[in-house]
T-cell receptor, first 109, second 116 residues
Framework: GQNIDQPTEMTATEGAIVQINCTYQ??????LFWYQQHAGEAPTFLSY??LDGLEEKGRFSSFLSRSKGYSYLLLKELQMKDSASYLCAVMDSNYQLIWGAGTKLIIKP | GAVVSQHPSWVICKSGTSVKIECRSLDFQATTMFWYRQFPKQSLMLMAT?????????EQGVEKDKFLINHASLTLSTLTVTSAHPEDSSFYIC????????????FGPGTRLLVL
């Protein structure tokens, strides 16, 4: 079967750095997406990785290792507004998105 | 970035009525649109995938006669919840993708449905 694993919940301190991991096993791979979802709102797109390596976009970076079936989302200089769920999703060989359950990130002052 | 709108954002209706939700891609042509449902504190659940001009593909366990999907143009898809019941109360979110299957899905803001 196909599955995406990510931690259920993480806590970090304002101003710090946090890394949210995602491991996957899918039938085929056409890219990995990270989305942010605030409570009561729809997901918003953060990043897309299809090649190995690190993609940096401001305070957020996303890393991919296809051989390990592994990705992480790195958030720097954490702000209170970063409190949200972070969803990892992999596009399989049929171009279907397989969704992780999401990681709820709690930021403390 | 790509913008997807959804209307209405909130619906409260009586049990047995039908509710239509619209999803529009505002600045790009969406070959494919997706409809998701999300219950409180749960993951996104894909309900169906629709391609413009063809019938929607429903996920296992989703009743196609209850959740009618129409994708009549490259910028509009509608989801109609027929004969809604309280257990259909949920957060319904659409997403849209352009012509390339590898493109990013962009989400609408969601529609919160409450069936009394």
């Amino acid at each position: 079967g196909q599955n995406i694993d990510q931690p259920t919940e993480m806590t970090a301190t304002e101003g710090a750095i946090v890394q949210i991991n995602c491991t996957y096993q899918t039938s085929g791979f056409n890219g990995l997406f990270w989305y942010q979802q605030h409570a009561g709102e729809a997901p918003t797109f953060l990043s897309y990785n299809v090649l190995d390596g690190l993609e940096e976009k401001g305070r957020f970076s996303s890393f991919l290792s296809r051989s390990k079936g592994y990705s992480y989302l790195l958030l720097k200089e954490l702000q209170m507004k970063d409190s949200a769920s972070y969803l990892c999703a992999v596009m399989d060989s049929n171009y279907q998105l397989i969704w992780g359950a999401g990681t709820k990130l709690i930021i403390k002052p | 970035g790509a913008v997807v709108s959804q209307h209405p954002s909130w619906v409260i209706c009586k049990s047995g009525t039908s509710v239509k939700i619209e999803c529009r891609s505002l600045d790009f042509q969406a070959t494919t649109m997706f409809w998701y449902r999300q219950f409180p504190k749960q993951s996104l659940m894909l309900m169906a995938t629709s391609n413009e001009g063809s019938k929607a593909t429903y996920e296992q366990g989703v009743e196609k006669d209850k959740f009618l999907i129409n994708h009549a143009s490259l910028t509009l898809s509608t989801l109609t919840v027929t004969s809604a019941h309280p257990e259909d109360s949920s957060f319904y979110i659409c997403s849209a993708r352009g012509t390339d299957a590898q493109e990013t899905q962009y989400f609408g803001p969601g529609t919160r449905l409450l069936v009394l």
